[in-house]
């Protein structure tokens, strides 16, 4: 069975930083496309983070700039840094063989906690 399991999360104040790791039990060069979301409490699930195959990585608006996502062998990371309290959220990890598998993933993680006090 395929897997991808988050951890790193936790709780930070606003202006801190913090990793986000995904490990997966393939090698992340076997997917396409694997991306970091979030989904706040009451409110829809956004995309955070996209990283192709290549590395080449795409963000969502509310962390252009603040955000870093990379894929190692088998992680893939997401470090965000000047942490606000609207980034409080589930983040999941997702991937997929496909290179445009829009938000419809084949796999995802159980999702982590992450909280930004003010």
């Known amino acids: 069975e395929v897997q991808l399991v988050e951890s790193g999360g936790g709780s930070v104040q606003t202006g801190g930083s913090l990793t986000l790791s995904c490990v997966s039990s393939q090698y992340t060069g076997t997917w396409a496309r694997m991306a970091w979301f979030r989904q706040a409490a009451g409110k829809e699930r956004e995309e955070v983070a996209t990283v192709e195959r290549s590395g080449r990585a795409r963000y969502g608006d509310s962390v252009k700039g603040r955000a870093t996502a990379s894929r190692g062998t088998t992680t893939l990371y997401l470090a965000m840094r000047d942490l606000k309290p609207e980034d409080t959220g589930i983040y999941s990890c997702?991937?997929?063989?496909?290179?445009?598998?829009?938000?419809?993933?084949?796999?995802w993680g159980q999702g982590i906690q992450v909280t930004v006090s003010s």
């Open positions: 997702a991937a997929d063989l496909r290179q445009f598998p829009s938000r419809d993933y084949a796999t």
